[in-house]
């Protein structure tokens, strides 16, 4: 199993920024779709943003034009660049890598999440 750990989470006012990583461990995997999801209190976790194939960015409509997802295949690190914060961003952000692991096969990791929250 890749081992993926999240960093950049806090606390930031409406209209702030935060930048989140997202580092995977190890070798010898391939990364087919690198993800961020969040889960708000009491809701269900849901899709934020992926690149898939390394190529093609998606992105949820709620954070279009807000959000940037961006990954460093030499770091084995995918990035999500948050701005204009608004109080529905705050949630507890998971980051999702997918890919083939040589002499493992497939994998679908998550990492423990960190924490964002919006408030003045």
Do not use: H
């Not at 702030?16 to 961020?36: D, E, H, Q």
């Not at 705050?90 to 890598?97: I, M, P, R």
């Amino acid at each position: 199993q890749v081992q993926l750990v999240e960093s950049g989470g806090g606390l930031v006012q409406p209209g702030g920024s935060l930048r989140l990583s997202c580092k995977a461990s190890g070798s010898g995997f391939i990364i087919y779709t690198r993800g961020w999801y969040r889960q708000a209190p009491g809701k269900q976790r849901e899709y934020v943003a992926a690149i898939v194939n390394g190529g093609t960015n998606y992105y949820a409509d709620s954070v279009k034009g807000r959000f940037t997802i961006s990954g460093d295949n030499a770091k084995n690190t995918v990035y999500l660049q948050m701005n204009s914060l608004k109080a529905e961003d705050t949630a507890v952000y998971y980051c999702n890598l997918r890919g083939r692991k040589s002499g493992a096969g497939d994998f679908d990791s998550w990492g423990p999440g960190t924490q964002v929250t919006v408030s003045s």
